[in-house]
């Protein structure tokens, strides 16, 4: 990953069990939203079940990763079912 593609601004998103969704973060550096997106899948909601999707978008709106409860990682592909 370059520096510039590091400080790009990415976006998480959570998805709950009831169909509701919200952002996590917004506009971060990559690093802080792979954290934060570490911390929905393992934190309390999501061990607890009531988050069921959570995905990281670039400023472009393209998904940079995607996680489903019971799937594991699905996007991107090369980590399909792992975490």
Known sequence: MTDEEDRAPFNVVIWFDDGFYEYFVRDVPAVEAVLAAKRC?????????????VQ???SGDYTNFLWERDRGIVYPPEARGTA
Not at 41 to 53: A, H, Q, S
């Open 56 to 58: 990281i978008t670039d």
């Open 41 to 53: 899948i393992d934190g309390v909601l999501g061990r607890t079940g009531l988050v069921v999707k």
